[in-house]
């Protein structure tokens, strides 16, 4: 039952980092500066379904920091929104010092007003 649980987490994750990296694709496509594999692979971990929202890393904030996320939000592909929480990925770029400004549109996640 143990070994069926790991395999099934493993290939849940892989399905996961597809599924992101596909996006990351589309996204540098699109002529959006940053390191897009970094910022997943530094970020995952913050950014997944489920789970609470945790601050991020100095090396997720670090990636952050190279990615034009304005660019990166207007490209994101449909399905990103199934396996990432875009409202943790709001979470993490405002701890990460680069908040998106409300109203703002991630791919189908809008920025709530300040509160």
Partial sequence: MAVFKVSFM?????????????????VS???????FRNLAAQCMPYVQKPGPKTPPSK????????????CACQHLP???GGTVS????????R?????????????NYTVPPAV
Avoid: M
């Fill in 59 to 70: 090396g997720c904030c670090n990636a952050v920091r190279t990615v034009d996320v304005p």
């Fill in 10 to 26: 493993t290939l849940a994750l892989f399905i996961v980092a597809g599924i992101l990296f596909s996006g990351i694709n589309v």
């Fill in 78 to 80: 449909p399905g990103v």
């Fill in 95 to 107: 701890v990460c010092g680069k908040p998106l400004k409300p109203g703002t549109k991630c791919g």
């Fill in 86 to 93: 875009l409202e943790k990925v709001a979470f993490v770029l």
């Fill in 29 to 35: 496509g699109q002529g959006c500066r940053g390191d």
